[in-house]
Nanobody
Framework: VQLVESGGDSVQAGGSLRLSCTSD????????MAWFRQAPGREREGVAR???????DYVDSVKGRFTVSRDSARKTLYLQMNNLKPEDTAMYYC???????????????YGQGTQVTVS
């Protein structure tokens, strides 16, 4: 399974970006998909997840600003990020867990990441 992220860029604070994650083979509607991020010198953290049944969850720091969505037919996961802040600067990774979500734990596949920089 390959996950490929795109959409990362450099933006000013208050701006917006939409990240995309496509898969070559994964059935999105049967699995848990999520976005993680990792800033330099910090641990990777779960940002948003989209469960196989449509349930979503977010880390507190992005609630009300980020929205995760899925297009199963196109095998694409999205992360709409609004009102970006400098502290959102990080490498963003798409991840997949076979089956249902267990919070942000036990993911089976990760993409290579896409860089988001907010100044």
């Amino acid at each position: 399974v390959q996950l490929v992220e795109s959409g990362g860029d450099s933006v000013q604070a208050g701006g917006s970006l939409r990240l995309s994650c496509t898969s070559d083979s994964l059935t999105y509607s049967s699995n848990c998909m999520a976005w993680f991020r990792q800033a330099p010198g910090r641990e990777r953290e779960g940002v948003a997840r989209f469960d196989w049944d449509g349930d979503t969850d977010y880390v507190d720091s992005v609630k009300g600003r980020f929205t995760v969505s899925r297009d199963s037919a196109r095998k694409t996961l999205y992360l709409q990020m609004n009102n970006l802040k400098p502290e959102d600067t990080a490498m963003y990774y798409c991840a997949a867990r076979l089956g249902y979500c267990l919070s942000f734990k036990y993911f089976d596949y990760y993409g290579q990441g896409t860089q988001v920089t907010v100044s």
